[in-house]
């Protein structure tokens, strides 16, 4: 830093043990074994762990650390940190600074404290963190705390994966054994290992840390559970990509700088659709990473809200009416040799590995479509799917105008051509001509191709993009490895490949759709090609636990039937607990501050039509209405506790989550409705919490 001016370049990295970091501190032999277990997928070598554990207490030390923890990613969607100091006492009463490769590579977390799915007892307390060597150790901070962060997997004493990290990288090696497949089939002998690749964008909204103290389900759900509309929404469309506020700049300039010391490649920041809404979105990296990534993004989002009097929400709808939070999921596959395998070319037609890894996507979304809708489906993200600012339930790839005639040529026979995307004239001499991309962006579908990637887009804001990515990989390592297994035998690889494309593109076109995936239309027509429709995070649920889903977990070894079994028994419980959270703080919220401020207020509006006695119409008809949204909040306050109760005493998992959606969130909507109209009504120096245009507009 010179004159007060950060060098990003000397910055960028320097609290992450990265490569060049490790090419300096580690001996020659280490270094190369290490990387050959990051690169190629060789098993790590136990014997240079000493020597890699004792380079990276020196570096944290030197950095300021006196612990470190094993951080992994528990079922809970946040993740989880066990920290123990470097210190180890010594005889003549002082100690010294230890690290041994034991504790790198293993650790002790109480696995009975972390959900489960009934794989452990509260009894049986024994798990294992085991260090991700292909994710960077990092060093950092909490207050004057400084650690050293080893990212791990995590498991149960019965080896059962505990966690969200496990199954990703389960379906990253499978996905890369079946793309290698197919490529030797296809004449590559040069390509070792294929990586899904992922650039994640987080939406997130800022609002006043002063307006979020005073607001009980901002504190205890993410999201207003209350609040009438702001006078001003996002209708004048005018915050998309408007100029940042003052507070909200300098905001982004620590939240980069505290990424870029991470590592984190964070590259776009603007201000997003609705009021108080914006977006951050880093460059690609390897798909286990990049979820990392994200994980400390969402950390460091929060911490540094805090710092700036703000709160970050997460939530997917933390307002009614106006745009809710998504995180674009880019995915894209790429060989250990720099080939993206899904970047069309000059001529996509032409393009025999494209086109048969751009088959196979469209195969496996189509035919595990359920499977993908459910691993974006929660209580938070059915606020948002099917809205305005997301796309609906309802599974579609779009793959744009070229690419789509290019499929349509499949499915009659061999492909021969598209359009050309040609170029942009604008007409004025002293603009620029400019060449346009291959397909158009359509912000309407769950699944669209957009140049040389796809972008899954119902993944939501709070979420940890692992699910959609361990299901995406290995929906996608089985289509390939059914197309790997016709090629391995055929005799002309080119023509069975030809023919195995066009019978892709014949039976799954249905899933294929450019249009607007907003309109009544398409929801009919959907319907008519038979693609499924799960609008409930309850009925995506329960189409987990399929023989096919637990076919093709199995059998690329990604998930046992009885960690799936587990994994769907823990969506439904947070599902549940998410919802009996809500409906308790509504409750807390109506009785406590809400129903008491509107009884105040009509206790003086039946004081001034007394006063003013036969010549106050206005007041007594005031009175009048505002008694009876009283009542009928009352009435919803009653109603609701009991159904929360009657839902919550159930003790199968589907069922209590289907009471919470057919029988408790309809209550709970009642209840905002007529609190709502209270808002509308009562006097502003009464009403007892923020309301939305001062938490959306005011900075």
């Given amino acids: 830093m010179a004159d007060g001016v950060m060098d990003v370049t000397e910055h960028f990295g320097s609290s992450v043990f990265n490569d060049a970091v490790m090419r300096e501190r580690l001996p020659k032999n280490v270094y190369k074994t290490l990387r050959k277990t990051i690169d190629e997928g060789e098993e790590l070598d136990p014997t240079i762990a000493d020597v890699v554990a004792a380079a990276m207490k020196d570096w944290a030390i030197e950095k300021g650390a006196t612990h470190y923890c094993h951080w992994f990613q528990p079922m809970t969607g946040s993740t989880a940190e066990k920290h123990d100091s470097f210190i180890s006492p010594t005889q003549d009463g002082r100690v010294i600074m230890e690290f041994s490769g034991k504790e790198l590579i293993k650790g002790e977390p109480d696995a009975s404290s972390?959900?489960?799915?009934?794989?452990?007892?509260?009894?049986?307390?024994?798990?294992?963190?085991?260090?991700?060597?292909?994710?960077?150790?990092?060093?950092?901070?909490?207050?004057?705390?400084?650690?050293?962060?080893?990212?791990?997997?995590?498991?149960?004493?019965?080896?059962?994966?505990?966690?969200?990290?496990?199954?990703?990288?389960?379906?990253?090696?499978?996905?890369?054994?079946?793309?290698?497949?197919?490529?030797?089939?296809?004449?590559?002998?040069?390509?070792?290992?294929?990586?899904?690749?992922?650039?994640?964008?987080?939406?997130?909204?800022?609002?006043?840390?002063?307006?979020?103290?005073?607001?009980?389900d901002l504190i205890c759900s993410g999201r207003t559970l209350f609040g009438a509309p702001s006078p001003k929404g996002q209708e004048l469309e005018d915050q998309y990509f408007g100029s940042l506020h003052d507070r909200i700049g300098s905001f982004m300039n620590e939240l980069n700088t505290e990424l870029w010391a991470l590592g984190i490649s964070a590259k776009t920041q603007h201000n997003e659709v609705a009021p108080a809404q914006y977006e951050i979105a880093p460059i690609f990296a390897t798909v286990n990473v990049a979820t990392d990534w994200n994980q400390l993004t969402m950390e460091t989002l929060r911490d540094v809200a805090g710092r700036h009097g703000f709160m970050c929400l997460l939530h997917e709808k933390p307002f009614a009416g106006v745009n809710g939070s998504g995180?674009?999921?880019?995915?894209?596959?790429?060989?250990?040799?720099?080939?993206?395998?899904?970047?069309?070319?000059?001529?996509?037609?032409?393009?025999?590995?494209?086109?048969?890894?751009?088959?196979?996507?469209?195969?496996?979304?189509?035919?595990?479509?359920?499977?993908?809708?459910?691993?974006?489906?929660?209580?938070?993200?059915?606020?948002?799917?099917?809205?305005?600012?997301?796309?609906?339930?309802?599974?579609?790839?779009?793959?744009?105008?070229?690419?789509?005639?290019?499929?349509?040529?499949?499915?009659?026979?061999?492909?021969?051509?598209?359009?050309?995307?040609?170029?942009?004239?604008?007409?004025?001499?002293?603009?620029?001509?400019?060449?346009?991309?291959?397909?158009?962006?359509?912000?309407?579908?769950?699944?669209?191709?957009?140049?040389?990637?796809?972008?899954?887009?119902m993944v939501g804001s709070s979420m940890s993009p692992s699910g959609a990515n361990f299901v995406l990989n290995t929906i996608v390592a089985e289509c390939l490895s059914q197309i790997a297994d016709e090629l391995e035998k055929s005799k002309s690889v080119n023509a069975t490949c030809q023919d195995i494309l066009s019978k892709i593109a014949k039976d799954h076109k249905r899933v294929v759709f450019n249009g607007n995936n907003y309109s009544a239309e398409w929801e009919k027509e959907a319907k008519k090609r038979g693609l499924p429709n799960l609008k409930t995070t309850p009925e995506a649920y329960a189409m987990i636990l399929s023989k096919e889903n637990y076919a093709v977990m199995e059998k690329h070894g990604v998930l046992?039937?009885?960690?799936?079994?587990?994994?769907?028994?823990?969506?439904?419980?947070?599902?549940?607990?998410?919802?009996?959270?809500?409906?308790?703080?509504?409750?807390?919220?109506?009785?406590?501050?809400?129903?008491?401020?509107?009884?105040?207020?009509?206790?003086?509006l039946a004081d001034a039509a007394k006063s003013v006695g036969t010549a106050g119409k206005t007041q007594k008809e005031l009175l009048k209405t505002v008694?009876?949204?009283?009542?009928?909040?009352?009435?919803?306050?009653?109603?609701?506790?009991?159904?929360?109760?009657?839902?919550?005493?159930?003790?199968?998992?589907?069922?209590?989550?289907?009471?919470?959606?057919?029988?408790?969130?309809?209550?709970?909507?009642?209840?905002?409705?007529?609190?709502?109209?209270?808002?509308?009504?009562?006097?502003?120096?009464?009403?007892?919490?923020?309301?939305?245009?001062?938490?959306?507009?005011?900075?």
């Fill in 114 to 216: 972390f959900p489960s799915g009934g794989l452990r007892a509260t009894f049986e307390a024994r798990g294992y963190t085991a260090w991700d060597c292909t994710s960077p150790v990092f060093v950092k901070n909490d207050g004057a705390n400084m650690t050293l962060f080893i990212p791990c997997a995590f498991c149960s004493y019965t080896d059962h994966a505990l966690d969200k990290k496990t199954p990703l990288l389960r379906s990253m090696e499978a996905l890369s054994k079946q793309a290698v497949r197919v490529l030797r089939a296809l004449g590559n002998t040069t390509s070792k290992r294929v990586t899904a690749t992922l650039g994640s964008e987080q939406e997130y909204f800022l609002i006043d840390r002063q307006f979020a103290d005073e607001r009980m």
């Fill in 327 to 457: 995180k674009h999921n880019n995915w894209s596959m790429g060989t250990n040799d720099g080939i993206n395998l899904l970047d069309p070319g000059a001529t996509p037609h032409d393009n025999l590995v494209f086109l048969t890894f751009l088959c196979a996507i469209v195969r496996a979304v189509d035919t595990y479509a359920p499977m993908l809708r459910a691993s974006v489906a929660s209580a938070s993200n059915d606020h948002r799917l099917g809205a305005n600012e997301a796309p609906p339930a309802i599974i579609s790839v779009f793959l744009g105008e070229q690419l789509n005639e290019i499929f349509e040529q499949l499915a009659t026979g061999k492909a021969k051509g598209g359009k050309g995307a040609g170029c942009i004239k604008l007409g004025v001499n002293s603009l620029p001509v400019l060449p346009k991309d291959n397909t158009d962006r359509n912000r309407t579908s769950p699944f669209a191709f957009t140049g040389n990637r796809f972008e899954f887009r």
């Fill in 627 to 699: 008694c009876k949204l009283i009542d009928t909040a009352s009435a919803g306050v009653v109603a609701l506790e009991k159904a929360r109760i009657a839902a919550d005493g159930i003790d199968h998992a589907d069922k209590k989550a289907d009471a919470f959606l057919k029988k408790v969130i309809p209550v709970m909507n009642k209840l905002r409705e007529s609190v709502d109209a209270l808002e509308e009504i009562v006097d502003a120096s009464i009403w007892p919490l923020p309301t939305y245009a001062e938490m959306l507009l005011m900075r």
């Fill in 560 to 604: 046992t039937k009885e960690e799936l079994t587990a994994r769907t028994e823990t969506l439904y419980e947070q599902y549940c607990l998410a919802l009996n959270i809500e409906a308790k703080t509504m409750l807390y919220m109506a009785k406590r501050q809400i129903l008491p401020a509107c009884i105040e207020y009509s206790a003086r």
